[in-house]
């Protein structure tokens, strides 16, 4: 079944399009990594499908319907956004973010929390290890911390489709390992995932697919040993690189 | 410990309440303030119920109005420094309320231009004009607002120092009103201020979850199904309704509404369900108290009350903000 479809889509921000005649299907339980160089339109492509951004031409559709048109609750029991990092201004407590999560299925006004919430609150801060987080501050976490608050806070909305962009981004490796456990946890529970990804290798070991690009374009898409060419790399990327295979997994190993 | 802060804090409420009745150039105990308010035949009635009462039910209802619309704007624009008047509302009232003192003077007709009309009407133009400046495809951007808010500002204090030149005779009353003060008040005054902050506390407190959600980010909010901009939509525009009545009624009173939600905060979390209740409760009594204070200090002349909070509030906030746990 097709979860998320793509069709000759165009995006820009004032004049200059950010995003060219893209073409993309993406399957329910599927895990599929957009990689290119900064401004090649990832995140672009990540808005477009959690309805903050709607195309200037072509059709984005989610379940067969348009994320820019779908009522906003509806849209956020389908999709999840885990975006760059929190940075709430005030003080709130772990538990106080994590329960935004679950206003796509409150009443839009007078809405208030209920065992179920909670219950919710609980399996999402478990599932990414922070439950011990629960009643401390946000503002005293470090990075992967928050990084794993931010994903639970995402979970919370109980989503079959979940975004992410660059979830890796500014953590030490051991905490970049324990986002990508968690995010292959939530495909194993048959999720479908959507995400951008600076560190090339951390695609591979992930993804059912890689889709590469530059400028805007879909440059290569396919399996990683498919698209992970040294000639592809060299030209996304403009920069020399090194491309050995891992004798563990069989799968290519880029080294630049 | 919540319950206990709060039991303290109401119970300061009332305490403050009655000693703001028994202040004043005629000293009433305690229990002649009780019963005056409750015998119709007490000698201290008409001082009582009569002049003391509406005007501190009015630094009530202003207190815990500007504290209430401070806070939600503060939360819905992720900025600490925001006060109630962020869209020129104040700028917008002085203008309207210096015209109407202009209006009189020149014309002779008092009754034409009243005052609290014309300030309120100004308050809204001035706020309406900033959001409309700053509304873009459908959306309000929050730099844009801040800007337009700024600019309306501005403009609306240039054409009121304008006509400042131009009054010379009755310069002295439209001072007093610019600076903000509760005397004066009358029974009348109480309506339109009550039920607009009624109205504004009934709908943020009804959308203080979604508040929270743009607190902690406006993409955030939109991602968990926010329509963010029916929100902020609501918010700004019974927020600065208002802010409108209460400065149509009080003149510009500064401080309250940027200061106590940040001693709200300190004392009771940033959730917004709570914040605006005890912002509304510490905005009363911090306005309650100062007006009492601004009555008895220079007596029988007042202070004008804006002074008065900032010389309270910042002490009070300064020891929060030494004592208070440090939530990183």
Known sequence: ?256 | MKLGKWLALVTVFVVLVLLCLSVGSVKVDFADVLRALFDQTSKHRSIVWGLRLPRVLMGLIAGASLASVGAAFQGLLRNPLVDPYLLGVSSGASFGAVLSIYLATVSGFQFLYRLPTLSFAFAMIASLVAIVLAKKDGIIPIVELVLSGVMVSVLFSSATITLLMLLRRNITHAYVWLFGSLSGMTWNDLLSPFVFFLLFFWASLGLSQQLNAMAIGEVQAKISGVNTEFVKLIVYSLGSLAAASVVSKTGVIGFVGLITPHMARKLFGSDHKVLLVSSALIGAILLCVCDAIARVIVSPSEMPIGVVTAFVGVPVMLVLLKKGENHG
């Not at chain 1, 793509?6 to 073409?23: G, T």
């Not at chain 1, 599927?30 to 492509?45: D, H």
């Not at chain 1, 931010?150 to 975004?163: E, F, G, K, N, V």
């Open chain 1, 1 to 256: 079944m097709v979860e998320i479809i793509l069709r000759n889509v165009d995006f820009a921000y004032v004049k200059d399009p950010v995003l060219r005649s893209i073409d993309l299907q993406i399957n329910k339980g599927e895990f599929v990594s957009l990689i290119g160089p900064n401004g090649s339109g990832k995140t672009t492509l990540l808005k477009l499908v959690a309805g903050l951004l709607k195309p200037t031409r072509g059709t984005v559709l989610v379940r067969g319907m348009e994320p820019g048109r779908m009522r906003k609750r509806q849209l956020a029991r389908i999709v999840g956004f885990v975006t760059e990092d929190l940075n709430p201004i005030y003080p709130f407590q772990v538990k106080q973010i994590v329960l935004t999560g679950r206003l796509p299925y409150k009443s839009s006004f007078f809405a208030s929390w209920d065992e179920l919430d909670f219950q919710k609150v609980k399996e999402a801060l478990a599932k990414v290890d922070a439950l011990e987080y629960l009643d401390r501050y946000f503002g005293q976490l470090s990075a992967g911390e928050k990084k794993r608050v931010s994903i639970a806070r995402i979970l919370a909305q109980d989503t079959p489709i979940l975004l992410f962009d660059e979830p890796t981004a500014h953590l030490d490796p051991g905490h970049a390992v324990e986002v990508l456990e968690i995010m292959k946890k939530l495909h194993d529970e048959g999720r479908t995932i959507l995400t951008a990804f600076h560190e090339i290798n951390f695609a591979v070991r992930l993804s059912d697919r890689i889709v590469m690009m530059k400028e805007g374009k879909i440059f290569a898409e396919g399996k990683a040993e498919k698209v992970l060419t040294k000639e592809n790399l060299e030209q996304v990327y403009n920069t020399r690189f090194r491309l050995v295979n891992d004798p563990s997994t069989g799968l290519p190993y880029v080294i630049y």
